[in-house]
């Protein structure tokens, strides 16, 4: 078990939380597999009926069999889900129905090919998403999966292959899973099963070896899919010791623990686990472990610190910085949380009594480790032994020094005002004090100097014989080493406290700085202002002058987010950045790369992309030596790559989004068009073949009627084209308001004359409050406004129910409405009306459904508003709202019409 009965309430918060959801959802079974053909779904099948017979309620919601005989006969005896069928470019798709599923509510649910994509329309764009719904509705889901569709392997793949998948399952959606079975195939068995036709028919049997399925490619992804399986089972079982607070190390996998320090002792360490990681082919993990203590080392220790984990993230190693006071304790209790299998730590170069007397972080780490091995290695022939070595370094002022000579004699001055009332072993804890004093305030050196002092000057003063440091009584040679031994704990004590506390305060500004930079990162999604953001926190935080550069087009750096004044890249130096950029490495001042430069360059790298490069000079140039700036320095700019990198991709979701709708709107038109178009030309085309093709003896009544047809038509034929110009001219942010005085009451006539052939017998009641009422307004777009609502109106209302339109000043604007007695429109659909190709009832009336679309954005192009309310008597009241005083007008937004384009 754990040592430590204590456990984090946050971690056991979490714990409790996951198992709760765990007790509600669906649990997710995936089938893997290194590449198609393997078994997978064959496998699911079989898992399939054996549940059945255990009588367990299983159904299949989709299976894709691609022709497989034996696949096929697995499905009988399983009762199948029926397809939801799609119809998608002039195919019929099968996709899953999550609905008919959801009521049937299986125990277990089959969804094969997790990674598919599903067709436009469905509720998910992916398969994966069909299946957590399901799982968040307590049906268990057992699927299959490919080593290709797994989102941080795809890259790996496509290395190999040459060949890029687009369908890919996020890792999160794995790591989900109740289980992970893996099946495999030998690569040669896969190959004659491609040559039998078993996996494709013969054509696509022959392209697959000569590409996808070459040997090599599948043994390579063998061995991918095998250590990805691994270590999702390492990390089940690491959840398992954690949910039963198992502390003791289970080696199931090699895992290497490496401790270095200053010591140049630590290069070779971090080689040599290296070989050994590479041989037992394990994971390793490099730990370095700052003390109080190691506060004030010198710069070359620090500067080898740095090196030494460079050199190990380099080799690939796994960085882990802790904090502590005792090394073997912290070292320790890191292995046990990763689980480790083997520890490497240096021989101490101290002699023995160094270590019977301070103690030895080996022999510490060896009688704690308990079942994790230690491999103890020493340094080469001839190499320096840091830890013999001690380089001296004053680090207290000499005042101080000074001022605890002073605390002691004021010390000794209240003893003697003492010394007639108390026992000379009682002015003791004076001394005492004041050596706990100079200990806080001043430091372990003065600390010392004072305990000393103060033993002396206690002799001397207040011990008989006076004025002598010789002692009468022996007992009082006892009394001396007490004393001195204390003052000494007292001040070591002390100052260790101090340091502690120096140390706890440097934790919380770096805790503080980097929350205040990730809070103001988290405001925005606009990759300039997080790069503005970015330069402003390093600079404050650094005291340094900060250049974050850009790259434009070309790939070339710019400086587009720091202020003028902090711009301080020679153009020389731009080279360094961009090679920084390029390779992703940092470089600059005070490393192996680059060092001629004046500045230090780190980039700004996300996962996918090198977002730019940091330039930051601080004030001194060897400030960086320190590992806890550079350490500081690199998450700060971690954190803004990942800021950027989230902001990058919230913008590409857009995009996406926005070329989905666009798809789908270009569907929409031709579905919603075509109809249209279609009916008017065929019309005129049957009219006028008739009269090109009629006998001579046709009438001119006849022709007249023709030609009405024709015209009618063609009007009708004219209206669509025009409101789909319109709609271009919407979309692409190009209608100008060209605004003029005109009387209301042309306004209204004008519109009313346009459609008085289809008003016939329709009554129109017009009511213009003020007929000399002028406005300023496009006449030209207002009247079309007009027209359409009116036409609208006609459209959607019975023959023989009146119409009315009126006009009126309501404060500052101009209110006009059309009413009509049609079936009105619920609420819920007020603002669907107003959208593109949208219509009430698609079967039943003509239109491409832009009349209104066109009507809000000429509307919102003056400025105004336009709504639909209920008729007191029945019916719909389209109200628009124009303002008619000269103001400036907001710009038409753009984005509302940019999604399509006509």
Request: hydrophobic content about 45%; aromatic content about 6%.
């Amino acid at each position: 078990m754990i040592p430590d009965s204590r456990r984090d309430p946050d971690a056991f918060l979490a714990l409790y939380r996951e198992e709760q959801a765990r007790q509600t959802q669906g649990r997710l079974k995936i089938f893997f597999g290194y590449a198609p053909g393997v078994g997978k779904t064959y496998g699911m099948l079989e898992d399939a009926r054996k549940l059945l017979n255990e009588n367990v309620d299983v159904v299949v919601g989709i299976v894709e069999t691609h022709g497989r005989e034996a696949t096929k006969a697995l499905l009988d005896d399983l009762e199948i889900i029926p397809p939801r069928l799609v119809e998608y470019k002039g195919a019929v798709l099968r996709e899953l129905d999550i609905d008919a599923i959801l009521m049937r509510k299986p125990q277990v649910v089959l969804v094969d090919e997790a990674a598919h994509t599903n067709a436009p329309g469905c509720r998910h764009e992916k398969r994966w998403q069909d299946i957590q719904e399901l799982l968040a509705n307590g049906i268990d889901v057992f699927t299959t999966l490919n080593t290709q569709h797994v989102e941080t392997l795809n890259d790996r793949v496509a290395q190999i292959t040459n060949i890029e998948v687009r369908e890919r399952v996020p890792d999160s959606f794995i790591e989900d899973a109740f289980e992970i079975e893996l099946v495999d195939l030998p690569v040669d068995e896969l190959v004659q099963r491609l040559r039998e036709g078993k996996v494709y028919i013969h054509e696509q049997a022959s392209t697959a070896l000569e590409h996808f399925f070459r040997k090599g490619n599948l043994i390579a992804l063998r061995e991918i899919a095998l250590l990805f399986v691994a270590q999702r089972v390492d990390a089940q079982m690491e959840r398992y010791r954690e949910a039963h607070r198992i502390g003791s190390v289970w080696p199931a996998a090699e895992r290497i623990l490496v401790c270095v320090s200053p010591s140049p002792l630590s290069v070779k360490l971090v080689r040599g686990a290296k070989r050994m990681a590479t041989a037992l082919r394990a994971e390793w993990l490099v730990a370095y472990v700052q003390t109080p203590r190691q506060a004030h080392q010198s710069d070359a220790d620090k500067s080898r610190v740095i090196q030494t984990l460079r050199l190990a993230e380099q080799l690939g190693a796994e960085i882990i910085e802790l904090t502590g006071d005792n090394i073997a304790d912290e070292l320790i209790g890191c292995a046990r949380k990763n689980n480790v299998s083997k520890i490497i730590i240096g021989k101490p170069a101290l002699p023995r009594w160094k270590e019977v007397l301070f103690g030895s972080v080996v022999d510490d780490t060896i009688r704690k480790s308990g079942a994790i091995d230690v491999y103890v290695i020493t340094g080469e022939e001839g190499m320096p032994s840091q830890t013999v070595a001690f380089a001296w370094k004053r680090t207290t002022k000499s005042s101080h020094y000074w001022t605890a000579t002073f605390i002691v004699a004021g010390c000794s001055g209240l003893a003697y005002l003492l010394s007639h009332y108390l026992e000379p072993t009682n002015l003791v804890m004076i001394y005492l004090l004041g050596v706990f004093f100079v200990a806080l305030r001043l430091g372990r050196g003065p600390s010392i100097l004072a305990s000393i002092l103060s033993v002396a000057v206690f002799d001397y003063c207040f011990v008989p014989p006076f004025l002598t440091f010789a002692v009468s009584d022996s007992q009082y040679v006892l009394t001396f080493f007490v004393m001195l031994m204390v003052a000494l704990s007292i001040s070591t004590l002390a100052t260790r406290v101090k340091q502690q506390a120096e140390f706890s305060s440097l934790k919380e500004r770096r805790t503080a700085s980097l929350y205040s930079l990730s809070k103001e990162l988290a405001s925005t999604d606009d990759p300039a202002k997080l790069l503005r953001i970015g330069a402003e926190h390093l600079a404050d935080v650094f005291g340094a002058k900060v250049s974050i550069l850009t790259p434009d087009e070309n790939g070339q750096l710019a400086i587009p987010a720091t202020k003028a004044d902090d711009r301080d890249l020679e153009i020389s130096d731009l080279a360094f950045a961009q090679w920084v950029f390029h390779n992703r490495q940092m470089a600059g001042v005070g490393t192996n790369t680059l060092p001629g430069a004046d500045a230090l360059y780190l980039p700004i790298a996300a996962t996918e992309r090198t977002i730019g490069v940091v330039g930051i000079k601080p004030e001194e140039l060897d400030s960086f030596s320190r590992p806890e700036q550079i350490q500081l320095l690199q998450t700060f700019v971690n954190q803004l790559a990942q800021a950027c990198e989230r902001a990058y991709l919230s913008e590409e979701n857009k995009r996406a989004q926005v070329q989905m709708k666009t798809e789908q709107l270009r569907s929409s038109l031709l579905s919603s068009v075509s109809h249209d178009l279609r009916t008017p030309l065929a019309t005129i085309t049957g009219a006028a073949s008739s009269i090109m093709e009629a006998p001579e003896t046709l009438s001119i009544e006849a022709c007249k009627e023709r030609a009405a047809e024709i015209f009618h038509e063609s009007v009708r034929l004219n209206r669509l084209v025009i409101n789909l110009l319109e709609m271009t001219k919407l979309q692409a942010g190009t209608l100008t308001v060209k605004r003029e005085w005109c009387p209301v009451d042309e306004l209204v006539g004008s519109a009313v004359s346009c459609i008085d052939e289809k008003l016939e017998a329709r009554k129109l009641d017009i009511e213009i409050e003020d007929p000399t009422m002028v406005v300023p307004v496009d006449a030209t777009l207002v009247q079309q406004v007009l027209v359409n609502l009116l036409e609208n109106a006609i459209k959607y209302s019975p023959v023989d129910s009146p119409l009315a339109i009126s006009a009126k000043r309501v404060g500052e604007n101009l209110l006009l409405s059309v009413s009509d007695r049609g079936p009105g429109i619920p609420i819920e659909r007020r603002k669907l009306i107003f959208e593109k190709f949208y219509r009430e009832n698609p079967g039943e009336s003509f239109g491409a459904g832009l009349g209104l679309a066109i009507c809000s954005g000429i509307v919102e192009a003056h400025g105004g508003e336009i709504w639909v309310e209920d008729n007191p008597g029945g019916g719909s009241i389209f109200c628009v709202s124009l303002p008619v005083e000269s103001v400036d007008l907001p710009m038409l937004d753009p984005l509302k019409f940019t999604e399509t384009s006509l």
